[in-house]
């Protein structure tokens, strides 16, 4: 078994993975319906995809935990990242047929204690 190390791969992807768990639970208790998650094509990933009130849903899902890094998990979702989540979805939205679905870009920030439970979480709604 591998230990988890501060700042390690592993340690990243068990925090990634319980931010996005808890992302997803929120969505489905606000009524959304989670459709994908971690959507990976060659220009990127797509973290969730949701319908809600007939539109298609890209979520960006951001996790900090005591790192020592400035700002709020929100605040590091810089136009880089706007610009590959937006890339990625238009290859989605092709290869799924959904050209014509109205579609909403969200971001989901998630606090993590250092158990990975959560300590915040906040859902910017049409984020970019």
Sequence with gaps: ????????????????AAAEAAAALYLASRGYTVVEANWRCRSGELDLVAEYQGALVIIEVRSRSGSPLPGTPEESVDARKIRQVRSTAEVYLHMKGEQERTVSFDVISVQLNPDLSVAALRHIREAF
């Design 1 to 16: 078994m591998r230990e988890l190390h501060a700042g390690g791969a592993y340690n990243r992807k068990a925090k990634g």
